[in-house]
């Protein structure tokens, strides 16, 4: 009689199922997290991510091909410029880290660059844990090239793959993030720092994890490094950027997460999100998962316009952004929205009907002093 199955193995056979047969899981890495925790009421988001669906090809198969992702010229730009700075085993990128933060080693002369190669994600992320132990008590400087992590997102784990971590001579552990944008002047676009120091957050959180695991727990810092090329050139430059903001709200989002497996758990029996199916049946599927849709989706979420069409159809609110959103109470609807104003709905001591009612009236006011 074969073992009983246990909670985590049943979750993943389900995951695979919600899929699709056959149907390879794409990997939740830390760009997806960071989007995921700014939207953390999206339950159609967190079991997509957490099956390892690709949602391009959803998209695609939905009728609504998603216009977001990176160029391929960008991608082979940022991959050439990556190995640039990794040169050497990692001599200019070790000195980068001495020079922004941590002046007071000694400079990393011989530095350790460990084999972090293994079977499978569960492999290699028990490989790095196990780098980053020996690391830490060398006394010197340590680069982990790809490392990979683990972090628990909402009862299941993601595997993580940050640029590189280095462990320092003290054993304080700092996350290295490469990006292909420039920094011109000493310094880069905000946007563009935002989203990486969003992205980097959500690896240290991961570091956090396998540090919590080891006696003493060594200090990841706060402070992430961010490499970018200088000016308009090739030759690589850094900026320490300070990451604790974007750690905490991140934590607080992840943590308001519903658990995946209660998401699972009422889908209707045979669910899948496969995109060889009839596109019938796969809009059923995807609408049988609540999103919240928001106009910010649509720089971080490949089903954007396919969420943004159905919002639109059932009037929502939330077509015109949280702020709107916020100001606007239990009034979830637009048709909500325009009976309060017209004094049709609504209690009139709630303050957004009384504030919508006001502005209605003071319109009406406008448009009659203009017709004079």
């Avoid at 519903?258 to 209707?268: E, G, K, V, W």
Wanted: charged residues 25%; hydrophobic residues 45%.
């Amino acid at each position: 009689m074969p073992p009983p199955r246990t909670r985590g193995t049943a979750l993943r056979h389900r995951l695979a199922e919600l899929r699709g047969p056959d149907v390879p899981a794409k990997a939740l890495d830390a760009r997806a997290l960071a989007a995921l925790a700014a939207n953390p009421g999206c339950r159609r988001r967190a079991i997509l991510d957490s099956a390892g669906v690709n949602k391009a090809a959803l998209a695609s198969a939905l009728g609504s091909p998603s216009a977001y992702g990176q160029s391929q010229f960008a991608f082979m730009r940022g991959n050439a410029f990556e190995a640039r700075v990794k040169a050497d085993g990692g001599t200019e990128l070790l000195r980068l880290v001495h020079e922004k933060l941590d002046r007071s080693a000694e400079p990393p002369a011989q530095a350790r660059v460990p084999e972090l190669s293994a079977t499978g994600p569960e492999g290699r992320a028990a490989r790095t844990a196990l780098a980053l132990r020996e690391a830490t008590g060398s006394g010197g400087w340590t680069l982990l090239d790809h490392p990979m992590l683990a972090l628990d997102v909402a009862g299941s784990p993601a595997f993580l793959e940050p640029d590189a971590v280095v462990v320092h001579p003290d054993g304080s552990w700092t996350v290295v993030e490469i990006k292909s944008f420039p920094m011109l002047d000493g310094s880069a676009d905000p946007a563009k720092v935002g989203a990486a120091a969003r992205q980097a957050a959500v690896y240290v959180l991961a570091l956090e994890e396998v540090a919590a695991r080891l006696d003493p727990a060594p200090k990841v810092r706060h402070q992430i490094l961010l490499v970018c090329p200088k000016d308009f050139s090739n030759l690589p430059t850094a900026s320490a950027v300070d990451v604790r903001k974007q750690r905490a709200v991140t934590s607080r989002q992840l943590a308001r997460l519903t658990r995946i497996q209660d998401i699972a758990d009422t889908l209707p029996e045979g669910t899948c999100f496969s995109p060889d199916l009839p596109a019938e049946q796969l809009t059923d599927a995807v609408e049988s998962v609540p999103a919240t849709y928001a106009p910010e989706c649509l720089s971080a979420c490949e089903l954007a316009f396919h969420c943004r069409a159905r919002s639109r159809e059932a009037g929502a609110v939330t077509t015109l952004g949280r702020p709107v959103r916020a100001e606007l109470g239990g009034l979830a609807s637009v048709e909500d929205v325009l009976a309060a104003a017209r004094g049709e709905a609504g209690d009139p001591e709630d303050p957004a009907v009384a504030a919508l009612r006001r502005a209605a009236a003071l319109r009406a006011e406008a448009l009659e002093a203009a017709c004079r």
